[in-house]
């Protein structure tokens, strides 16, 4: 079983930037890919970023330029630095790992709010 410890969540002001972080359980060899989803109430879980096993990365379009995800391969770690964060930022983030076999696990959520 893979477990996802997430941190680093909380309250910042609208422009402000906050991180998290999202270690794993398992080899890093076993890992596809590494990313970060939100959901904020009433809304559907939404892609925010990716990153491969090969480094690639992928945005939704409302974070580019904003957000930049990267990962500790020694630490089995996958980071998101949030900049420039606005209201609408405002969500519970869920890490997310999926393995070579194609199967896929979730972290428990962190909470990040973004208010004045």
């Known amino acids: 079983q893979v477990q996802l410890v997430e941190s680093g969540g909380g309250l910042v002001q609208p422009g402000g930037s906050l991180g998290l972080s999202c270690a794993a359980s398992?080899?890093?060899?076993?890992?596809?890919?590494m990313g970060w989803y939100r959901q904020a109430p009433g809304n559907e879980r939404e892609l925010v970023a990716t990153?491969?096993?090969?480094?690639?990365?992928n945005y939704a379009d409302s974070v580019k330029g904003r957000f930049t995800i990267s990962r500790d391969s020694a630490k089995k770690t996958v980071n998101l630095q949030m900049n420039s964060l606005k209201p609408e930022d405002t969500s519970v983030y869920f890490c997310?790992?999926?393995?070579?076999?194609?199967?896929?696990?979730w972290g428990q959520g962190t909470r990040v709010t973004v208010s004045s």
């Open positions: 398992i080899s890093i060899f076993s890992i596809s890919a």
């Open positions: 990153i491969t096993r090969g480094g690639s990365t």
């Open positions: 997310n790992v999926v393995l070579i076999d194609r199967s896929s696990y």
